[in-house]
């Protein structure tokens, strides 16, 4: 298999986590769990944690995707801006959900010490600015982040903005003293030797290709092994491939690319005073100082996979037009991944059938709600833990069902293979493509207004490379083929 997913470059592991085996033996465990990414080793943490006997199987390795090639930085909340998570779900659901987000966080912080992920880096704080200048519409969102949603939160004006990032692209600034940032790499490793520590076996080069989850003890098969397990949690974001296409086509996949550049020395300082992460109001540019005199810039986007390095002179310009008093900046790094983007912004987290769990479609914001996700689904398993059903509105029943009936209902129609769930399917992917359309365009003016070029696509994509999936009897018996 490939171990460069279709986004990333291959950027050195630490030798440690490249030396795990493929499964090649039958295994018999309590937890199953599809992908060794952010979400799946969250879940395997924390149900091995609590004692459950569990096998992670990855089909690459350990953070091969957008997992192994985020930014590190951890933020309360979700991809759906808080206005509308009130209005889909109500108010008091909303502060629930905004309260799991901000346990999501705190996992992180509790994870990612020196003590137990030396080298981790971890620093605080981050300023979210408004690319326009709309000061008044950010008061009433303090307020309700401060008072209603316990989120500590400051309101900085354009003054300070431009005081701390020497720019005039950026206007007011929300700062979250207590989000942070870390090694974002590191972090993924960190979990899985955490995981390791207790008790969890992941298994890399080991893809899933087929799932029955009909029974009580549910049978998954991979090339060289089958495995036996009470529950299986799918955590396998995008990739998860053909055996479970029709969960992955819930969302759109979206590459997103970072760099990040040789040492600027002292001009840096000059023009970026603050020192955590940086994210603009519109969610195109996210960056921050590493190294000390390093940037770390994520920006560009495409809908199709494409060679990270492409992007360079993209993010190169693209800092120029920011910081024209940098001058011209050499790129050191280029690295990326997919992450999924639901149509209605918010994860996928809960049961689909008895024993069938999923955790996935984190976006953009993966690090929080990935934790989140992760202690949910293991409490849940294992303690009976039900807050799960909080993100039932967003599961795969969004299309209108009502609100809390059960995902696994969507499933048997899946099963059936009706032509009434094609239709809802295309529904959804017709929304996500021109929700994406909207966020393309305002890429595009972005860049425009910038001066610089937009990445074009190119003339022949190469097709997404995913496990390879065998046909297996049973794969139907969950109605998820
Ligand atoms: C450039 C970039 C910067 C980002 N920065 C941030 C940030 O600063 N903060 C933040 O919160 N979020 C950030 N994100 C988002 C975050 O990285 C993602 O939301 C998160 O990593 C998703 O984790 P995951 O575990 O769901 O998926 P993945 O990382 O995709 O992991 C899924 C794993 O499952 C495996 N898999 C799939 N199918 C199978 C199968 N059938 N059998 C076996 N294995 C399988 C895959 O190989 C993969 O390793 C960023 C993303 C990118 C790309």
Redesign the pocket.
């Known amino acids: 298999m490939s171990d460069t997913?279709p986004?990333a470059t291959t950027r050195s592991e630490p030798a440690a986590i490249r030396d795990r085996q493929r499964l090649s033996f039958d295994l018999d465990v309590d937890i199953c769990v599809?992908?060794?990414?952010?979400?799946?080793?969250t879940v395997a943490l924390e149900a091995a944690r609590m004692g459950a006997s569990v096998a992670v199987?990855?089909?690459?390795?350990?953070?091969?995707?957008?997992?192994?090639?985020?930014?590190?930085?951890?933020?309360p909340g979700y991809g759906l801006p808080i206005g509308e998570l009130i209005e889909r779900v109500g108010f008091e659901d909303a502060r629930e959900l905004w309260s799991l987000s901000r346990q999501g966080a705190a996992f992180v912080r509790a994870n990612a010490t020196e003590e137990l992920m030396p080298g981790i880096g971890l620093s605080e704080g981050a300023l979210e600015v408004s690319n326009v200048d709309v000061g008044d519409q950010l008061i009433s969102r303090l307020q309700m982040l401060g008072e209603d949603f316990e989120t500590e939160v400051e309101g900085w004006q354009v003054d300070r903005v431009r005081d701390q990032l020497k720019t005039g692209r950026y206007f007011h600034g929300m700062y979250y003293p207590k989000a942070f940032?870390i090694d974002?790499r590191h972090y993924?490793h960190g979990l899985a030797a955490l995981a390791h520590r207790a008790g969890a076996r992941i298994f890399e080069d080991?893809?899933?290709?087929s799932i029955d989850s009909s029974g009580v003890r549910k049978r998954i098969v991979?090339p060289s092994a089958r495995l036996r397990a009470s529950h299986i949690v799918l955590?396998?974001?995008?990739?998860?491939?053909a055996?479970?296409r029709r969960l992955s086509e819930t969302m759109l996949p979206v590459?997103?690319?970072?760099a990040v550049t040789a040492p600027l020395g002292e001009r840096l300082a000059e023009a970026i005073t603050f020192q955590g992460?940086v994210i603009d109001s519109d969610g195109v540019d996210?960056f921050r100082i590493v190294d000390g005199d390093r940037l770390m810039w994520?920006s560009p986007e495409t809908t199709w996979s494409a060679r990270p390095q492409r992007f360079a002179g993209t993010i190169a310009r693209r800092i120029r037009t920011i910081f024209p008093q940098l001058g011209k900046v050499e790129i050191a790094d280029v690295?990326?991944?997919?992450?999924?983007q639901t149509v209605h912004g918010m994860p996928q987290i809960g049961q689909l059938r008895k024993g069938l769990w999923v955790?996935?479609?984190?976006?953009?914001?993966?690090?929080?709600?990935?934790a989140m996700a992760g202690q949910l689904i293991a409490r849940s398993i294992l303690w009976g833990d039900e807050r799960w059903r909080l993100f039932s509105p967003f599961e795969l029943v969004w299309a209108g069902g009502p609100t809390g009936r059960v995902a696994g209902h969507i499933v048997g129609i899946w099963g059936r293979g009706s032509s009434a769930t094609a239709g809802v399917l295309a529904r959804y992917r017709e929304k996500a493509r021109a929700q994406e359309r909207i966020r393309e365009a305002r890429r595009l003016e972005a860049n425009r207004q910038g001066g610089t070029r937009s990445p074009s696509r190119p003339p022949r994509p190469r097709p997404e490379r995913?496990?390879p999936?065998a046909t297996d009897p049973g794969e139907g018996a969950n109605g998820l083929s």
Not at 335 to 340: K, M, P
Not at 359 to 370: D, E, H, I, K
Request: charged share 5%.
């Open positions: 997913p986004g599809v992908g060794a990414g952010l979400a799946g080793l199987l990855e089909g690459r390795h350990v953070g091969w995707n957008a997992s192994g090639h985020q930014l590190g930085t951890v933020m940032q974002g993924v080991t893809p899933v290709v991979t955590a396998g974001n995008i990739h998860l491939g055996a479970l590459w997103r690319y970072a992460s996210h994520a690295f990326g991944g997919a992450v999924g955790a996935s479609g984190f976006g953009r914001q993966g690090l929080n709600t990935s995913a496990p999936v």
